[in-house]
């Protein structure tokens, strides 16, 4: 059995910190990433509407006719993002959700994982109701 955690709160494991089944069902081994170069990059973002950002990463905003449809949009984004095991950073005002892509397996660069996830997350806002591409 486990040791508990840090005030007797729960179990821990010293070499993660504290993990549960749950993330230890989903957890995957590190996919070897490249970099995309500027033209590639260009390349991408020409057929990316609403998208902007360099090598150093892929930028969007999207706006919902709620502060819950914006929500029901990540939530309804988690399962593809952990099928990827390629995470945004989210950033969620009221109505309207702003994600960063970039990969840290390929230095905080942009890779294909970032464009694969970038048309998934398009696909859900269009799904969920997105009033308009900003």
Not at 26 to 32: D, I, K, L, N, Q
Request: net charge negative; glycine share 10%; hydrophobic share 40%.
């Amino acid at each position: 059995m486990p040791s508990p955690g840090p005030g007797g709160a729960g179990p821990s494991d010293s070499s993660a910190g504290l993990v549960d089944d749950a993330e230890r069902a989903v957890a995957r081994p590190p996919v070897a990433a490249s970099a995309l170069g500027d033209d590639a990059v260009r390349s991408a973002l020409a057929g990316m509407p609403g998208w902007s950002g360099s090598i150093a990463g892929l930028e969007r905003q999207w706006r919902f006719l709620s502060h819950p449809a914006a929500i029901a949009f990540i939530q309804a984004c988690v399962a593809g993002v952990e099928a990827r095991n390629h995470h945004p950073e989210w950033h969620n005002v009221y109505d309207r959700v702003s994600v960063r892509l970039r990969t840290h397996d390929a230095g905080d660069r942009v890779t294909g994982q970032d464009l694969d996830l970038a048309r998934y997350l398009d696909q859900q806002a269009r799904a969920h109701g997105e009033v308009n591409p900003l």
